[in-house]
Structure formats: structure tokens, C-alpha cells
Nanobody, 114 residues
Framework: QVHLVESGGGTVQGGGSLRLSCATSGSIFSAMGWYRQAPGKQREVVAGLTSRGTTNYADSVKGRFTFYRDDAKNTLYLQMNSLKPEDTGVYYC??????????WGQGTQVTVSS
């Protein structure tokens, strides 16, 4: 069974940085990444590694967020720089296993003050 546990969220002033971590129960998945859910808004994938090995970013975070992973630690990361109040939301990591099933963690809150 796949387990994901996010950490690293918090409150930061605009322009600040946070690094989110996602500990996984394995390291081999078809695809993986991060999405966020802001109050009153649709869920948005902010960064994702596709099954073809391509990393994509939402336009709103390009140049500010970096997704990477450490397979030795079975951990995914999302480095977030130059944070803006509109980045506020609950951030979830996700993985897609080779049976085509999506898994995600419990989420971590990110709040950016102006």
C-alpha cells in the first residue's frame, strides 16, 4: 500500500521561501508531483513529473517553484521561492502507480501573508 506524508508547510511573508517534503513508501511510480487546493478555487497541479520523464509546472509558479526528488530517501520535494499571497492553500503530493491508481497525502497548509 502506498503512503505519502507531507511536511514543511507554514506561514511566510510574501517574497519568502518554503520547502515542502513528501515521504513516500516507495520510489518507483509512473508519475508524481504536487497539487494545491485554495479556498474557493479548483484544485491545481503546480508541478508534476509525467510518465515520459517530463517535469511540468503551472504557469503561475514557473521560475519560482522547483520539483525534485531524492530516490535514496524516497522523498519528493517542492522548493517554493518568491512566494505570493495567491500561493496560499493546502498542498498535496501525489503519485500514480503502475496500476493507474492515484495516491495522495494528507496535505500541508501554506499561508503567504502580504
Amino acid at each position: 500500500q502506498v503512503h505519502l506524508v507531507e511536511s514543511g508547510g507554514g506561514t511566510v511573508q510574501g517574497g519568502g521561501s518554503l520547502r515542502l517534503s513528501c515521504a513516500t513508501s516507495g520510489s518507483i511510480f509512473s508519475a508524481m508531483g504536487w497539487y494545491r487546493q485554495a479556498p474557493g478555487k479548483q484544485r491545481e497541479v503546480v508541478a508534476g513529473l509525467t510518465s515520459r520523464g517530463t517535469t511540468n509546472y503551472a504557469d503561475s509558479v514557473k521560475g519560482r517553484f522547483t520539483f525534485y526528488r531524492d530516490d535514496a530517501k524516497n522523498t519528493l520535494y517542492l522548493q517554493m521561492n518568491s512566494l505570493k499571497p495567491e500561493d496560499t492553500g493546502v498542498y498535496y503530493c501525489y503519485v500514480l502507480d503502475f496500476d493507474g491508481i492515484n495516491h495522495w497525502g494528507q496535505g500541508t497548509q501554506v499561508t503567504v501573508s502580504s
